[in-house]
C-alpha cells in the first residue's frame, strides 16, 4: 500500500504507519494481554482475558479476507474492486457466538462464586489480597 | 424434487424443531410431553440415520446444498459411509442416554434438560454432517454450548467448578478453531472442505510456513476436543462430576474430535496437498500413544467408577488415534470400527458406575468396600461386561476391535511401539477395572445390608448399551466391512470432492 493512498492521521512525516502494521500489533497486543489474563487464578480476569482474546481473533478473521480500503462488499455496476465480504460475515457470526458465551461464563462465574464462596479457577479457597505486590508482612501477593 | 432428497438435512432438522416444542411444553409444566418428544426425535434419528446409511452403503455420496446454493459458495451437507455410521451412533447413544436419564429421573432435576439434549443431538449431527469448515466451526459451538448446560445439569459445587474450566477451555478451543479458519481462508480463498483441498495444493511457496501452522493449530483444536494427551486435562473432572446419563451422550463428544480428524487430514492436508502434504500426521501418533497410557493409568488409579469410566474415554481415544495415524485403508478401518465400540463400551461404563452408586448409599461409586446392597449381583454382571468391552477382552466387540488394530498396525513401521502400548495399557485396564469392581462389588465391610432405593429400570440403559456390543460383535464381519469401505472412501478425497463440487443441487 502506498503512503499517498492513506488518509491523513496515518502519514507521519513521510513515513507512514501502514494498516497492515497497525492492525497486526493490535492483534498481537490483544492476543498477548488475553493470553496473560486467561492463565491468571480468578474467574475475572480469566473472563476478561478471553473477552481480549477474542477481540483479536475477531481482528484476526477481519484481516483474512485482505485489508481493502473505501470498497464496498456488494455489487455495484459502476465498480470493479470489491472487499470481500465473506470475512465479514464470519466476523459477524464469531461476534454473536463470543458475546453469548461471554455472557454465559460471567454468569457461571458468579454463580460459582456466590454457590462455593471462591472466585478461583479450581474452586480453591485462595485469600484474595487486593494489592498485587508486597503485603505489610512482606510476602509477595498475586491475585 | 422429492422429499426423500431432503433426507440429509432430517438429522438437523428434526431436534432442532424438537427443542423448542420441548422447551415450550416443559413451560406449561408438561413432563410427560417432553419427555416423548424427546424420545420421538430420538427413534426418527435412528430411522433416518438407517435409512441414510442404507442409501449410501454401496458407496454413494449424497452432498445436499442448503438454499440450494452450489457448492463452493453455499454450505453443503455430505453423507458417506462414514458420516451415516457416525449418526447411526449418536442416535443409538442419544436413545441409551435419554432412556437412563427417565429411568432414574434424573432429567427432573432441572427444567431445561429436554431441549438441552435436542440441541446436543443436532450440533453433533450436524458437525457429522456438514463439508463446511466454517459450518463445522459453528456446529463444535452449538454441541458445545449444548454441552455447557448439559454438564451443568443438576448443578451442585462439584460442577459448577468443573464447568468454569471447562467453559473456559472449550471456548480458548474455539477460538483458536478461528484463526486456524482465518489463515486457511486466507490462503486458499475458500471454507469448503472439498474446495480447500483442491487448492491446498497451489498455495505459493511463501506462503507454506502459515498453511503448515494452520493445518497444525486445526488439528490441535480437534486433539482437545478429542481429549488427546496433553489436551485431555479438562476432561476426568468434568466427565467424571456430570450427570451420568449426561456423561454417557458425551462419550461421543470426544468422538467428534476424532471424527474432524479423520475427515480434514485425509480431504485438506492429504496427498493433494503438495508441500503441505500429511502435516499434522507425524504429531499425532506419538500423542496418541502417550494418550492411551495416561488414559488406562488414569483408569488403574481412579478413586471412583465415574473417574475411572472418564480416564477409559481418554485411553480408548488414545487407542484409537494410534489406528488412525496409520492412515492406511486398513488401519483406519479398523479404527472406526474401534470407534463405534468404545463410544457404547464408554457409556456403559458410566451408566453401570450410575446404577451402582445409586444402590451404594453414601458410598456412592468410590473404589472401596461398602456394605453389601440390594440389587448387588445383577450389577456385579454388568460391571463386569462393560469392563470387558472397555478394556477389549473378549467375547465383546473391544477385543475384535483391538485385534483388528494391532492386525493392521503390524504393517506399518512403529508397529512395535503400537503393539506394546496397546497390549501394555490393556494390561493395566484390566488390573485396575478388576481392583475397583472387586472392591465395589466383591468385597464388603460389617453393616446393615442397604435397602434398595433405586428401581430396577436403572439398569435398562446399561445393558441395552452392552447388548448393542454383543451386537457389534455378533455383526462384527459386516460392521468391520462396512468399517473399512468407509475408511476407503474418507482416504479418496479426489471422488467426494468430484461429487460435492459437481453436483450444485441435491
Known amino acids: 500500500m502506498s503512503a499517498s493512498a492513506l488518509p491523513a492521521p496515518l502519514r507521519q512525516r513521510g513515513r507512514a504507519v501502514s494498516y497492515e502494521f497497525l492492525l497486526a500489533s493490535a492483534i498481537g497486543v490483544l492476543v498477548a494481554g488475553g493470553i496473560f489474563l486467561a492463565l491468571r487464578a480468578r474467574t475475572f480476569q480469566v473472563v476478561l482475558g478471553l473477552t481480549l482474546f477474542s477481540y483479536a481473533v475477531n481482528l484476526f478473521l477481519f484481516a483474512s479476507g485482505r485489508l481493502v480500503l473505501g470498497r464496498p462488499p456488494i455489487w455495484d455496476k459502476t465498480i470493479t474492486e470489491y472487499a470481500d465480504p465473506l470475512p465479514q460475515a464470519l466476523v459477524l457470526t464469531a461476534i454473536v457466538i463470543t458475546f453469548g458465551m461471554t455472557a454465559f461464563v460471567v454468569i457461571l462465574a458468579l454463580r460459582g462464586f456466590l454457590e462455593t464462596g471462591s472466585d478461583h479457577v479450581d474452586g480453591d479457597i485462595v485469600p484474595c489480597d487486593t494489592h498485587d505486590g508486597p503485603t505489610t508482612d512482606g510476602k509477595v501477593t498475586r491475585l | 424434487m422429492s422429499l426423500a432428497a431432503h433426507i440429509p438435512v432430517l438429522p438437523i432438522a428434526l431436534p432442532a424443531l424438537a427443542a423448542p416444542f420441548a422447551l415450550l411444553a416443559l413451560r406449561r409444566r408438561r413432563r410427560t410431553l417432553a419427555l416423548w418428544l424427546g424420545f420421538g426425535s430420538g427413534l426418527a434419528l435412528l430411522l433416518t440415520a438407517l435409512a441414510l446409511m442404507a442409501r449410501v452403503s454401496d458407496g454413494t455420496i449424497l452432498a445436499y446444498a442448503l438454499g440450494d446454493w452450489p457448492a463452493p459458495f453455499g454450505i453443503v451437507l455430505v453423507v458417506d459411509r462414514l458420516a451415516a455410521m457416525m449418526l447411526v451412533l449418536t442416535a443409538s447413544l442419544a436413545l441409551i442416554a435419554l ?377 462384527a464381519g459386516w460392521a468391520s466391512a462396512y468399517a473399512g469401505a468407509a475408511a476407503a472412501q474418507v482416504l479418496d478425497p479426489a471422488r467426494s470432492a468430484a461429487v460435492v463440487l459437481a453436483e450444485a443441487t441435491p
Open chain 2, 99 to 475: 432412556l437412563h436419564a427417565v429411568a432414574t429421573r434424573s432429567d427432573r432435576k432441572g427444567w431445561h434438560f429436554h431441549p438441552l439434549f435436542q440441541f446436543q443431538l443436532m450440533g453433533l449431527n450436524g458437525a457429522f454432517l456438514t463439508g463446511d469448515l466454517f459450518n463445522l466451526f459453528v456446529f463444535f459451538e452449538v454441541l458445545l454450548i449444548a454441552s455447557y448446560g448439559l454438564m451443568l445439569h443438576g448443578q451442585g459445587p462439584a460442577r459448577l467448578k468443573a464447568g468454569m474450566q471447562y467453559v473456559v477451555v472449550n471456548l480458548v478451543g474455539s477460538s483458536v478453531f478461528l484463526i486456524a479458519l482465518g489463515m486457511l481462508y486466507a490462503l486458499t480463498g475458500t471454507l469448503n472442505m472439498a474446495d480447500m483441498g483442491l487448492r491446498v495444493a497451489a498455495v505459493p511457496q511463501a506462503d507454506q510456513g502459515i498453511l503448515r501452522i494452520a493445518g497444525l493449530l486445526l488439528v490441535s483444536v480437534f486433539a482437545l476436543k478429542a481429549a488427546v494427551a496433553p489436551l485431555h486435562l479438562w476432561l476426568p473432572r468434568t466427565y467424571a462430576v456430570s450427570t451420568p446419563a449426561v456423561a454417557a451422550l458425551f462419550a461421543i463428544m470426544t468422538k467428534v474430535g476424532v471424527y474432524a480428524i479423520i475427515r480434514v487430514v485425509p480431504q485438506v492436508f492429504g496427498d493433494g496437498a503438495g508441500a503441505a502434504a500429511w502435516v499434522p500426521a507425524p504429531w499425532l501418533f506419538p500423542a496418541a500413544l502417550v494418550s492411551a497410557v495416561v488414559g488406562f493409568a488414569g483408569v488403574f488409579a481412579a478413586r471412583s467408577l465415574s473417574e475411572q469410566a472418564a480416564y477409559a474415554v481418554i485411553g480408548s481415544t488414545g487407542t484409537l488415534l494410534i489406528a488412525v495415524a496409520g492412515w492406511t485403508p486398513e488401519s483406519l478401518g479398523a479404527a472406526l470400527y474401534y470407534l463405534a465400540h468404545s463410544t457404547l463400551a464408554g457409556a456403559a461404563l458410566f451408566l453401570v458406575a450410575d446404577a451402582a452408586a445409586r444402590r451404594r448409599g453414601p458410598f456412592g461409586d468410590t473404589a472401596s468396600p461398602g456394605p453389601a446392597f440390594a440389587g448387588r449381583g445383577i450389577a456385579a454382571m454388568l460391571f463386569m461386561a462393560a469392563a470387558i468391552a472397555a478394556t477389549g477382552l473378549p467375547p465383546l466387540s473391544g477385543f475384535i476391535g483391538k485385534l483388528l488394530i494391532l492386525k493392521s498396525a503390524a504393517a506399518l513401521p512403529d508397529w512395535g511401539w503400537a503393539w506394546g502400548v496397546i497390549l501394555g495399557t490393556t494390561f493395566i485396564g484390566v488390573i485396575g477395572l478388576a481392583r475397583a469392581g472387586s472392591a465395589v462389588f466383591w468385597k464388603t465391610v460389617e453393616g446393615d445390608v442397604l435397602a434398595a432405593r433405586a428401581r430396577p429400570a436403572d439398569f435398562a440403559a446399561p445393558a441395552l448399551a452392552l447388548a448393542l456390543l454383543a451386537g457389534l460383535s455378533a455383526g
